[in-house]
């Protein structure tokens, strides 16, 4: 079977001006890469660097452009919340091939440069779309970079904040443990769905995915949910790491964005509330990276390295 794992998490972001709202993330501690990048449907869209992996916002440059958009596109971006998770794999087009190989039903890769790129640019990625029915509560494809810089994805460059890793994340559904065996299926087969004390999780290679229902979501992070109308809306929380809590706190809310400590699985976590610009909620535990490190190379196999700024 081939490797795969989570490499980026989107959400639409319905602040005036996408380049001042990196700067909100700067001031917050995190590290917001320079250049943007333009998608179809009218998108410029920005991304802020944690760890190996990325956030990414959408952000509408072109509303004419974005008049075409389907509606669950506009919907998320009058009322944000994460959408979306793209999935790295070294050769798409081999787990297109497996997929199908083990009968699952699924488009044909694609590849695509960026929207300003000139008519004879070569592919910058492609992609396998994957269709809901199979990874419910999150849109989802697998992508292969074709110009990706190495470093972005071998160096881990800790932000000021002191927060240097994604290792997971937690969905909200009424059918938390249906949910976690649609994943695992189709990503992680050889992997258990284990019950935990407030729902169900699988690992996808170095990330911990979790499925909780909504009041227990409620009573673990004192967070109302509300059910989205598309099938796209159940990615609740971003699982972050840090070398130090009281530095996130210190920069978070220096910035103006409010935290509270929560006590998850006997772990405190700090948890950053969501900015209703962008509709993201993270969860901080503290750790030391070298431990981190050693963990996730011994699930995946990754040569990380820190990198030397």
């Given at each position: 079977m081939t490797s795969i794992r989570f490499d980026h998490f989107m959400t639409?972001?319905?602040a005036p001006d996408i380049d001042g709202y990196l700067k909100e993330y700067a001031a917050q501690g995190f590290l917001p890469r320079e250049k943007t990048v333009r998608h179809n449907p009218g998108l410029r869209n920005g991304f802020v660097f944690i760890g190996p992996e990325y956030l990414e916002f959408c952000w509408v440059e072109d509303e004419a452009l974005f008049a075409e958009a389907e509606a669950e596109k506009k919907l998320l971006r009058a009322t944000p919340r994460p959408c979306a998770i793209g999935m790295i794999a070294g050769d798409v087009q081999a787990v297109h091939d497996d997929w199908m190989a083990r009968?699952?039903?699924?488009?044909?890769?694609?590849?695509?440069?960026?929207?300003?790129?000139?008519a004879d640019a070569p592919p910058a990625w492609s992609f396998q779309e994957i269709p809901s029915e199979l990874l419910p509560g999150a849109w989802s494809f697998a992508l292969t970079y074709h110009m990706r810089p190495k470093d972005e994805a071998t160096q881990i460059r800790i932000g000021p904040n002191t927060i240097y890793a994604i290792s997971g994340v937690t969905f909200v559904s009424s059918e938390p443990e249906a949910r976690a065996t649609n994943w695992r299926d189709l990503l992680a087969p050889e992997e258990a769905v284990d019950e935990s004390g407030n729902g169900f999780q699988v690992w996808i290679g170095p990330h911990r995915a979790m499925w909780v229902a909504p009041e227990e979501y409620q009573a673990a992070y004192g967070l109302d949910w509300t059910p989205f109308p598309y099938p796209v809306g159940e990615l609740a929380i971003l699982h972050l790491l840090a070398s130090d809590l009281r530095v996130v706190k210190t920069m978070t809310e220096e910035a103006g964005r409010r935290t509270c400590p929560v006590l998850v699985g006997g772990e405190e976590e700090l948890l950053i509330a969501p900015d209703a610009r962008d509709g993201l909620v993270f969860a901080v535990r503290q750790r030391p990276i070298e431990m981190w490190l050693r963990e996730r190379t011994?699930?995946?196999?990754?040569?990380?390295?820190l990198a030397q700024d």
């Open positions: 639409y972001t319905s009968g699952y039903s699924i488009p044909q890769v694609s590849s695509t440069a960026p929207r300003d790129a000139p011994g699930r995946t196999g990754e040569r990380l390295e």
